[in-house]
Each structure stands twice: as structure tokens, then as C-alpha cells.
């Protein structure tokens, strides 16, 4: 239903992404709220009649909020698209998080989520994450705080679980998820190196799938 052949490298690439992947959705919505936001990557796509807005921190912010204070500074159902990318990880609060965007979407909301076992995984390949002193790029214990990290650790699976879950309580369904994958993963019963070496019932999908991405529509439309 949504798709693209386009695919993203950085932030400003990555607008276009969601703005052709989305566009059904985003083209037909009389307002959109972009939740962290990418510095805005994502407004130049979008037509003229689509009032954009964002919240988070950063340059190019409209409304600038400390994240993980809750309630967030709109009313119920004061969009009709969130969207929330790359952003949940980086918040201690993320369940409730997750239940604000939610709560401000009047019909969807568009998530997408990162793969910390495959950051793992491309440590273990290739070494430290660009020559730096450290293993992964959002994870490890620094000399001094560090702002742009992940709170969070998970596996996709976890990921799917917590999706199907708070999407429900919150009167979502979920019409699309996807995700950036390698093909024929332990294909035509050949066992993944990882089940030779560890445990043969390993999800060794759970290591090689990229980032995940959903769409949820309000089961009611308010």
C-alpha cells in the first residue's frame, strides 16, 4: 500500500523517503505533526495546504519541549498524522512516549524504529563504529555524557511486541509495517552461521533486518 524504491542516506534524503513512501496519507492530511522531526526534512515535500509542525529539540523546531515531559503540548487529536522517527529510542519515557502520539493522532501515526542487535552485529563485522572509541554508534559508557544516544536496547521482535501492544490500548490498528531487510535469510533450510555457532532456534532475522517502520490508523476516526 505504501511503499518506495527510493532509499535514504541522510537526514535531508531521508524526507523525501517518508514523503514518497507516505504520500497517500500525508498528501490527504490537513496537518501533520513531525515528533523530533529531523530538522524538518520532511516539510519541503509537502503541499502548501498541509500545515506542518514540530515539536523536539534542535535547530529548525518549531515548538521546542523536553521530550520526556509528559503531556505534550497539544490537545487529543490535534492531528491528523504524528509522525515519530528514529525517536522513541532516545527517550526513558518512551511507553508513554508512544501514548502521546497517539493520543495527538485524530487518524494515523507513522513510527519508525532502529535495529540495535544489527548495530551489534556491523561491530562485530567491521570494528568500532567509524574509527571512534566506541563500539556502536548510539550505545556504550563514555568519559562524559553523551546527548545523543539510545535509552534503549531491543531486538526487532521486541520491537513488533511493543507495537502490537500499545497500538491497541491506545485504539490503533496497525496497516502497514515493513522493514529495511536482507533477502533469503537462512533460505532453503541452510542453517545462518549464528545457529551453527550459538543456538540452532536463534531469530537470526532479529540481526540482519534494518529499520523498522509502521503506519497505525485510529480505529475510530475522531
Not at 113 to 141: E, V
Not at 176 to 184: K, L, V
Amino acid at each position: 500500500m505504501f511503499n518506495t524504491k527510493f532509499r535514504y542516506t541522510d537526514r535531508a534524503s531521508k524526507g523525501r523517503y517518508v514523503w514518497e513512501k507516505y504520500q497517500p496519507v500525508l498528501a490527504a492530511s490537513g496537518n501533520v505533526l513531525d515528533v523530533g522531526a529531523d530538522k524538518g526534512a520532511l516539510g519541503p515535500f509537502l503541499p502548501k495546504s498541509v500545515k506542518y509542525l514540530t515539536i523536539g529539540y534542535g535547530e529548525h523546531i518549531a515548538v521546542r519541549h523536553n521530550l520526556e515531559n509528559i503531556p505534550w503540548p497539544f490537545a487529543d487529536a490535534s492531528f491528523d498524522v504524528v509522525l515519530c522517527l528514529d525517536v522513541l529510542e532516545h527517550l526513558e519515557n518512551i511507553h508513554a512516549a508512544f501514548d502521546e502520539c497517539c493520543r495527538m493522532a485524530a487518524k494515523y501515526v507513522i513510527i519508525s524504529l532502529p535495529n540495535p542487535y544489527a548495530d551489534f552485529m556491523r561491530f562485530l563485522y567491521n570494528g568500532k563504529y567509524m574509527g571512534r572509541p566506541k563500539d556502536m554508534k548510539f550505545y556504550g559508557l563514555t568519559p562524559e555524557p553523551e546527548g545523543d544516544r539510545h535509552r534503549w536496547f531491543f531486538s526487532p521482535t521486541d520491537a513488533r511486541k511493543f507495537i502490537d501492544f500499545r497500538c491497541v490500548a491506545n485504539g490503533f490498528f496497525i496497516i502497514q509495517h515493513d522493514s529495511e531487510t536482507q533477502e533469503n535469510i537462512g533460505g532453503g533450510g541452510v542453517k545462518h552461521p549464528l545457529q551453527i555457532f550459538f543456538r540452532k532456534d536463534l531469530p537470526v532475522q532479529d540481526f540482519e533486518t534494518g529499520t523498522l517502520w509502521w503506519i497505525l490508523q485510529r480505529e475510530k476516526t475522531i
